[in-house]
């Protein structure tokens, strides 16, 4: 028997849709049931079966969702680990990780309007370089945005950045929910190139995020967009920005 396992985080919109597309989001069980007849000689027992409907329950939908992946080769594991991987691999990624949830109070209590931002922040991977048109990459990184409202669509770039563009590429890729929290603008204000590329969680933190917890978790994820950082002794870190399609305690 499997171990029980603690879901953290499922995007219910996404998941319920791609679900639909694979398979009836409904299923039957099938219940005996006894019924019994009375007679002035002998009592007389039936059995039936019915089958009542019910919604897939989230464990059902995500291993409908993850099997069907597999089986079709629409899934790759592990972190990108060089600029093609991010724009040209599978935009499904699944990882065993160690990441920090941290979340972005709004600028106001207007919690029903917009209750804030949560992101999980993953650091760089110990993996050997890969070879990539720019020079040995390793995977860097990792940030994930929780109930992204933006459609399943890749955002292009091109080149490779600065500490500081991917400081501006993380604005970009969850702007305008950032300009509603706390850190706002001043994230991109501090201009804090390397405090930022080596640790992001200190930055936002600096800037009034929350943090909440740091777990090992293993992640369903969407590649929105990333990019390569170049770092010391010639070498450069790709930086993954997407959103989890659902987010499990431990290793799975």
Known sequence: MSPLKEILYVDNRRLESYVEQIRSPVTTDTIPTWTVELSLTNLKFSKAHTKPTRPLTINEQINTLTEYLHKTNNIESGRPSTFNSIHLGSPFRSESCIATRIFLPPKKDDTAA????????????????????????????????????????????????????????????????????????????????????????????NLGARVLYERQISILYRIRTGTVVERANNYYETVTFGYPIFVIDGTV
């Open 114 to 205: 917009f209750p804030g931002l949560t992101i999980w922040i993953s650091y760089g991977l110990d993996h050997p370089p890969q070879s990539d048109t720019r020079g040995p990459t390793k995977p860097g990184l990792l940030f994930l945005m929780e109930d992204d409202p933006y459609g399943d669509n890749k955002w292009g770039i091109t080149a490779p950045v600065s500490a500081y563009s991917a400081l501006l590429l993380l604005n970009c890729s969850i702007e305008p929910q950032l300009e509603k929290t706390i850190a706002g603008s001043k994230l991109l204000l501090s201009r804090a190139e390397s405090s930022f590329a080596n640790d992001p969680i200190g930055e936002l933190s």
